[in-house]
């Protein structure tokens, strides 16, 4: 058996940053009030890790950054990496909340393309129903609209000075036909593309993938860019892929009589999580005995 270590996997640039900003802020200012809007990044382990520092996480399913304000009156907030609209930074600043920014610059970058466009024409966002980097995008301007699918394409009337563009954590394979469709329906539309580098880096690599029996992406449910992952693995031909959150959700009857088994892991992944399912799986590979490796480095 073979365990092949997918490359790039794991951490990008912009998670890093917001983590690195949630720990410093939590270390400068121990005796404030600090809470983050939204999980910091999707991954429950990253944010378990981030109230042991002190930071309380507002996540309600169903309620909007905007709404979730409400649940602060003192402090410190923290705006997660995925960004958030105008309407939250001044309904924050309106409540006398210090903002700590940790908003990915890719993120930050399309809602500046985003801004500038709807001064003049509309745009067609690309991206998930009720994900928070939607809602942030979607809040810049009553000229953005959502696409999830052709369906709301059908549902939309005449637009003008149309320009198409997307959440930075989609599939490549399915953007790419719903920049199709998009184009189908609005001719002279321009389409700009915003899946980010390390989204695009992580889905090529598994695309690039051969002779794989099984893919294991290490991420958690709620993280776009691990389910994409999987997807991508799904529609590049392994036979199976699985999504995993730790090495406890392995099991010796998902890996026997593989020949060879590719690990890779979403962008909001923790390393020591990926670190316990490769040394797993390499155990098996080694022993044929299958016996969980823990995770030996801290999450944060
Ligand atoms: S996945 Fe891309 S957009 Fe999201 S935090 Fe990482 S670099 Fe930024």
């Known amino acids: 058996m073979e365990i092949v270590k997918v490359v790039p996997r794991g951490y990008c640039q912009g998670v890093v940053r917001a983590i690195q900003i949630a720990r410093k802020t939590a270390e400068t200012y121990p005796d404030q009030k600090i809470s983050m809007l939204g999980m910091i990044v999707h991954n429950r382990y990253v944010v378990e890790a981030c109230e042991k520092l002190g930071i309380r996480c507002l996540e309600s399913p169903g309620l909007t950054r905007l709404e979730l304000l409400d649940q602060i009156d003192e402090g410190i907030v923290i705006f997660t990496a995925h960004g958030v609209s105008d309407a939250v930074f001044e309904k924050a600043r309106a409540k006398g909340l210090t903002i700590v920014d940790a908003t990915c610059p890719d993120v930050e970058k399309t809602h500046r393309l985003i801004r500038e466009h709807t001064s003049s024409g509309d745009v067609l966002y690309i991206g998930k129903r009720n994900h928070p980097e939607a809602e ?114 392995l099991r010796e009857d998902l890996i026997r009589g593989k020949h060879r088994i590719a690990v890779t892991s979403g962008s909001s992944t923790p390393t020591p999580l990926t670190d316990a399912v490769i040394a797993t799986l390499e155990h098996y590979a080694e022993t044929g005995t299958f016996v969980i490796q823990k995770q030996t480095a801290p999450i944060l």
């Open 136 to 249: 942030g995008a979607l809040g810049i301007s009553p000229r953005v609209h959502l696409i999830t699918g052709i369906q709301d394409l059908e549902e939309l009337g005449p637009l003008e000075n149309v320009m198409i563009t997307n959440q930075t954590t989609l599939s490549m394979l399915d953007t790419a036909d719903l920049i199709s469709a998009c184009l189908e329906r609005y001719p002279d539309a321009a389409a700009n593309p915003e899946i980010c580098t390390a989204t695009t880096m992580r889905q090529k690599a598994v695309m690039a993938l051969t002779d794989t029996d099984l893919l294991v992406v290490v991420g958690d449910p709620h993280s776009n860019n691990s389910n994409q992952l999987r997807e991508i693995g799904k529609k590049a031909g392994i036979p199976a892929a699985l999504l995993i959150e730790t090495a406890d959700d």
